[in-house]
């Protein structure tokens, strides 16, 4: 038993090693640096796909439970864009090509060999930019309201939900279960985000997103507490009493960021105790659901 242990012990601290070297290595190139480098076979892969041309669907590569990559989701989601979606592996990522970043999500231009664009803010704006939206869109982009909403998504929503999964080590643990539920993830992610994900995002948790978070306003407390004021506010000044979303009757970019972030969750408890505990909340969210699941054709 007691050699058991150890050897269980020393698993995860390889484990945990091994992932945190991965996320070491990700600093060695900026995401525009990364897309900026692949010209001219971006600009040209983006004109094909602005044209219907392009000679595959996009491929995004990304964790289910990845809070950036959901907002990317979102995005092709509403706007009807055909994708495949490919699920990366946490520990080598070997789904991913050996091109020297490796923060998912990615966004294919096409078949294999095609340019990938990096970074969820800049494949949204890219593809903002690229494509030609149904009339009714409006995505408030560079709009005061709108940009303070998506930094919020980014840099608040996102850390507090990861301080509220990695609440105390034992409920990180069994918070994991909710992935259960998705059949996206293979079952050696799954296990691989249990034992090697649980100590080492709760390590994240306490020692670099608790202290980025009081930068942010963030004074301690239950973390259930700050995550419900936080998404209380969001109902109140960010969507309104009026509105079913924050750009009036129809999403714009604020709605799809917050609610790719949330995505992340969906199936954890506290997706669940959101909603509960404010159902205006959970109005919207059904809203969103409803509204994307429209747009498939
Ligand atoms: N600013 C990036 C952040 C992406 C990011 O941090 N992704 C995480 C997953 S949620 C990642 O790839 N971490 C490194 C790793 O898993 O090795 C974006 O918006 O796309």
């Given at each position: 038993m007691n050699r058991l242990f150890k050897i269980g012990a020393m698993a995860l601290v390889t484990g945990g090693g091994l992932y945190v070297s991965r996320l070491k290595e990700n600093r060695t190139v900026t995401a525009s640096e990364f897309n900026q480098a692949?010209?001219?076979?971006?600009?040209?892969?983006?004109?094909?796909?602005?044209?219907g041309q392009l000679d595959a669907p996009l491929t995004l590569f990304r964790y289910t439970t990845c809070p950036f990559c959901g907002k990317v989701k979102a995005y092709l989601d509403y706007h009807n864009i055909s994708h495949t979606l490919v699920e990366v592996e946490p520990m080598f990522k070997s789904q991913l090509h050996d091109h020297g970043y490796s923060k998912i999500p990615q966004l294919r231009l096409g078949?294999?060999?095609?340019?990938?664009?990096?970074?969820?803010?800049?494949?949204?704006?890219?593809?903002?930019?690229?494509?030609?939206?149904?009339?009714?869109?409006?995505?408030?982009?560079?709009?005061p309201d709108v940009e303070l909403w998506r930094t919020w998504a980014r840099e608040k929503l996102v850390r507090y939900i990861v301080i509220n999964v990695n609440r105390s080590m034992?409920?990180?643990?069994?918070?994991?279960?909710?992935?259960?539920?998705?059949?996206?993830?293979?079952?050696?992610?799954?296990?691989?985000?249990?034992?090697?994900?649980?100590?080492?995002?709760?390590?994240?948790?306490?020692?670099?997103?608790?202290?980025?978070?009081?930068?942010?306003?963030?004074?301690?407390?239950?973390?259930?507490?700050?995550?419900?004021?936080?998404?209380?506010?969001w109902c109140s000044k960010g969507i309104g009493q009026e509105n079913n979303f924050h750009g009036g009757k129809q999403p714009d970019l604020a709605d799809l960021e917050a609610y790719g972030v949330l995505q992340s969750i969906r199936g954890h408890v506290i997706y669940q105790e959101m909603q509960d505990q404010n159902p205006e909340f959970k109005t919207w969210l059904d809203n969103m659901d409803n509204t994307i699941a429209s747009k498939k054709i």
């Amino acid at each position: 038993m007691n050699r058991l242990f150890k050897i269980g012990a020393m698993a995860l601290v390889t484990g945990g090693g091994l992932y945190v070297s991965r996320l070491k290595e990700n600093r060695t190139v900026t995401a525009s640096e990364f897309n900026q480098a692949q010209e001219p076979k971006l600009s040209a892969s983006l004109k094909l796909l602005s044209e219907g041309q392009l000679d595959a669907p996009l491929t995004l590569f990304r964790y289910t439970t990845c809070p950036f990559c959901g907002k990317v989701k979102a995005y092709l989601d509403y706007h009807n864009i055909s994708h495949t979606l490919v699920e990366v592996e946490p520990m080598f990522k070997s789904q991913l090509h050996d091109h020297g970043y490796s923060k998912i999500p990615q966004l294919r231009l096409g078949g294999a060999g095609a340019p990938i664009l990096v970074d969820s803010d800049l494949i949204v704006d890219t593809l903002e930019k690229t494509l030609v939206k149904t009339t009714d869109w409006k995505s408030g982009a560079g709009e005061p309201d709108v940009e303070l909403w998506r930094t919020w998504a980014r840099e608040k929503l996102v850390r507090y939900i990861v301080i509220n999964v990695n609440r105390s080590m034992s409920e990180a643990w069994q918070g994991y279960d909710y992935i259960d539920a998705f059949d996206t993830i293979p079952a050696v992610n799954k296990l691989f985000l249990k034992v090697a994900g649980t100590p080492v995002m709760y390590m994240v948790s306490e020692f670099f997103t608790k202290p980025k978070l009081r930068t942010l306003g963030y004074e301690g407390g239950d973390a259930r507490e700050t995550i419900f004021k936080e998404v209380n506010e969001w109902c109140s000044k960010g969507i309104g009493q009026e509105n079913n979303f924050h750009g009036g009757k129809q999403p714009d970019l604020a709605d799809l960021e917050a609610y790719g972030v949330l995505q992340s969750i969906r199936g954890h408890v506290i997706y669940q105790e959101m909603q509960d505990q404010n159902p205006e909340f959970k109005t919207w969210l059904d809203n969103m659901d409803n509204t994307i699941a429209s747009k498939k054709i």
